[in-house]
């Protein structure tokens, strides 16, 4: 009985073995989506300008680039699909944040948010479709955000705290419109193109102000900030056999933040 169970659970996500890239490795929801994939028999690619804190199994394979920059990226994935033939999916993860007020933000602020937000994904999405063959289905996955149709309320924000960006934001919104636009274009090659869109998350490593999160919890409708766990379910979904008519689509995961 077990094991009819696990094979059925095996055809209804079909993830081991599968090859996963995974940009932004690193990060702390990075970090989770490796392990999960790992633990469910997947071979897995981290992509990042610097090594995870944690050691994973032997089918972690790291390589360390800058994402953003446009030879770096075609070089690495043109390694990859050399070393692995084909790949099945590719994750769309690495992001970074900047908090000071908009009266003070530089253009280096602007390049450094808009180059890993929004052009990382461009050239990866590009390079995944170029060597990518057609027989078989794939599926690209982006890390987009609430903040990209919702703009922070800022009465949940004190003077210190990590306050989202009007440019996060936007690249965010960015993130959202190319993933419906290869949603159409990639279909040539079998690939499902969809993002998730997080509400707050806790950071365990760097813990938000408890001000904030009293605030933010008081707003949301479950009470509450997301665990980093909760949102990868929605990840594994989108990358799963499950999903395999699921295209174009952004699976919000906020506790219900934007409803109201």
């Known amino acids: 009985m077990t094991k009819n169970k696990n094979q059925y659970l095996e055809s209804f996500l079909g993830l081991k073995n599968k090859k996963i890239i995974i940009t932004g490795c690193s990060g702390q929801l990075g970090e989770y989506i490796v392990k999960t994939f790992l633990n469910f028999g997947s071979i897995v690619i981290g992509l990042d300008i610097k090594k995870p804190r944690k050691k994973f199994s032997k089918n972690f394979i790291f390589y360390r680039v800058n994402i953003p920059e446009y030879k770096e ?145 008081a707003r949301n409708p479950m009470k509450r900030m997301a665990e980093t766990k909760e949102i990868v379910g929605a990840i594994i979904y989108l990358a799963s056999n499950s999903a395999s008519y699921t295209n174009g689509h952004n699976l919000i995961v906020d506790g219900g933040m934007s409803s109201w």
């Open 73 to 217: 990226n075609n070089l690495i994935f043109s390694k990859i699909f050399k070393k692995f033939k084909k790949v099945d999916c590719l994750i769309n993860n690495a992001g970074v944040a900047i908090f000071q007020p908009f009266t003070k933000r530089s253009e280096k602020d602007l390049d450094w948010v808009i180059n890993v937000n929004l052009k990382s994904y461009f050239y990866s999405t590009k390079n995944f479709y170029k060597f990518s063959d057609i027989k078989k289905n794939k599926s690209i996955i982006n890390i987009s955000s609430i903040y990209s149709f919702l703009s922070p309320d800022p009465k949940i924000y004190s003077k210190n705290d990590r306050k989202s960006s009007e440019i996060y934001g936007a690249t965010k919104a960015g993130v959202n419109q190319i993933t419906r636009y290869f949603a159409v274009h990639l279909s040539d090659k079998n690939i499902r193109v969809n993002s998730v869109s997080p509400g707050g998350i806790y950071n365990s490593r760097s813990p938000q102000n408890k001000k904030f999160i009293k605030k933010y919890s």
